[in-house]
T-cell receptor, first 109, second 117 residues
């Protein structure tokens, strides 16, 4: 079956760095997405990785290792507004998005 | 950037009535649109994949006669919740995928909060 695992909840301090991991086992792979979802709102796109390596975009970076079925989202200089759920999703061989359950990130002052 | 609108943003209806939710891609064409449901503190659950000009593909456990999906144009898909019941109260979110080849990112609408009394 298809499976995406990410931690349920993480806590970090304002100004710090946090890494949210995602491991996947899917039927085929056509890329991995990270989305941010604030409570009561729809998800917003953060990043897309299809090749191995690190993609940096401002305070957010996303890493992919296809051989290990592993990705992480790195958030630097955390701000209170970064408190949200972070969703990992893999595009499978049928170009369907398989969603992880999301990681709720709590930022403390 | 690509924008997806959803209407209404919230709706309250009485049990037994039907509610229609619209999803529009505003600045791109979307051959494929997706309908999700999300209960409080839970993950997104894909309900169905809507393809322009053809019947929607429903996920296992989703009643196609209850959740009617129409994707009549490349920019509009509608979800109608028929004979709504309180257990259908949820956050319904649509997303759209750009039709251009090689683009697989889904752009999400702002969601519709449905409350059935």
């Amino acid at each position: 079956g298809q499976n995406i695992d990410q931690p349920t909840e993480m806590t970090a301090t304002e100004g710090a760095i946090v890494q949210i991991n995602c491991t996947y086992q899917t039927s085929g792979f056509n890329g991995l997405f990270w989305y941010q979802q604030h409570a009561g709102e729809a998800p917003t796109f953060l990043s897309y990785n299809v090749l191995d390596g690190l993609e940096e975009k401002g305070r957010f970076s996303s890493f992919l290792s296809r051989s290990k079925g592993y990705s992480y989202l790195l958030l630097k200089e955390l701000q209170m507004k970064d408190s949200a759920s972070y969703l990992c999703a893999v595009l499978d061989s049928n170009y369907q998005l398989i969603w992880g359950a999301g990681t709720k990130l709590i930022i403390k002052p | 950037g690509a924008v997806v609108s959803q209407h209404p943003s919230w709706v309250i209806c009485k049990s037994g009535t039907s509610v229609k939710i619209e999803c529009r891609s505003l600045d791109f064409q979307a051959t494929t649109m997706f309908w999700y449901r999300q209960f409080p503190k839970q993950s997104l659950m894909l309900m169905a994949t809507s393809n322009e000009g053809s019947k929607a593909t429903y996920e296992q456990g989703v009643e196609k006669d209850k959740f009617l999906i129409n994707h009549a144009s490349l920019t509009l898909s509608t979800l109608t919740v028929t004979s709504a019941h309180p257990e259908d109260s949820s956050f319904y979110i649509c997303s759209a995928r750009d039709s251009r080849e090689g683009l697989y990112e889904q752009y999400f609408g702002p969601g519709t909060r449905l409350t059935v009394t």
